[in-house]
């Protein structure tokens, strides 16, 4: 599993979220199983663990990967919590990770990444209607700066510019079409690929990332068992600032709090970590407890 993709933080997440023998876990976004098997092979609860993922590929490879007795849930992670709370489900451990997986970056038919050039695409899930390509092609130039803005967290001037020269470039059909027209508009040196923050924000928007974070988080201490712990993986501010809120104002109540912060900063990969996972240097871990 770790070969298809590298489970990012590992030993801080089995060190935090404590997995004991018999404790039922829930995986919302399980990928290709990396976390997963490492929490499992302690727990040993596979019957009464759910794994999640919206990706039919890593759905697929989840199934090939765990005993038939562990459910495997192909739908959104907000989905799939409505399902188990209408079902009465509770569990000790709950992990999200936020991340896209590398399969998906690496594999240019799904449209994700510049560096493999494919179909504007970018669908966590194959399923849906709305692609990159619609929001490229179809949204105005005031609707694709303002996307770059609010998702990519890129300056207005730049979010204006290559706004402007997608539209006038259109119909745009492949990721690295895209990539070059807003390259060749950057004079100078830069760190990262000028691109990156523009990506970022049309797959936030094509998946729906940030509405399905805000309408999951309150609903997660439902689904905890009382000393449950739950931790979330986040990869960019607006996801871990959403994250970092939510765990605020739910341990702000007193005896009455749903919460119980236990990392006052968000754990982060350490050098050994980042030397053979350079993907996990933005990896951000919070984790909380149930009352």
Not at 80 to 109: H, R, W, Y
Not at 124 to 153: H, P
Not at 257 to 267: V, Y
Request: glycine share 6%; net charge neutral; with cysteine.
């Amino acid at each position: 599993m770790e070969k298809l993709h590298i489970p990012v933080l590992l030993s801080e997440v089995l060190a935090h979220l404590e997995p004991h023998p018999g404790d039922k876990y829930l995986d919302l976004t399980a990928g290709y199983g990396g976390h997963a098997s490492k929490i499992l092979d302690v727990t040993q609860s596979y019957k009464d663990s759910y794994l999640v993922d919206r990706d039919e590929f890593a759905a697929n490879h989840l199934r090939q990967e765990f005993p038939p007795e562990t459910t495997i849930l192909n739908t959104d992670f907000y989905s799939a919590v409505l399902q188990l709370f209408e079902c009465g489900k509770t569990f000790d451990i709950i992990l999200a990770d936020f991340g896209v997986s590398s399969p998906q970056l690496n594999m240019g038919t799904r449209g994700f990444s510049f560096k493999n050039d494919g179909p504007l695409d970018m669908r966590m899930d194959k399923r849906q209607q709305l692609t990159a390509a619609d929001i490229v092609n179809k949204y105005s130039e005031r609707q694709l700066a303002e996307l770059f803005v609010k998702y990519g967290e890129e300056q207005k001037g730049s979010a204006a510019m290559y706004a402007r020269v997608i539209v006038h470039h259109r119909p745009i059909q492949t990721t690295r079409e895209l990539a070059e027209l807003i390259r060749v508009r950057i004079h100078g040196y830069s760190k990262t690929h000028p691109a990156t923050k523009v990506f970022q924000a049309i797959r936030i928007a094509v998946n729906d990332e940030l509405g399905q974070i805000e309408k999951t988080l309150p609903l997660l201490p439902k689904l905890l068992n009382p000393g449950g712990r739950l931790g979330i993986i986040t990869f960019h501010s607006l996801e871990d600032r959403l994250v970092k809120d939510y765990f605020k104002e739910a341990a702000s109540h007193g005896e009455e709090s749903e919460l119980q912060i236990l990392t006052k900063k968000p754990i982060i990969a350490d050098q050994s970590e980042l030397v053979i996972n350079p993907r996990a240097r933005s990896a951000k871990l919070r984790i909380a407890k149930r009352h």
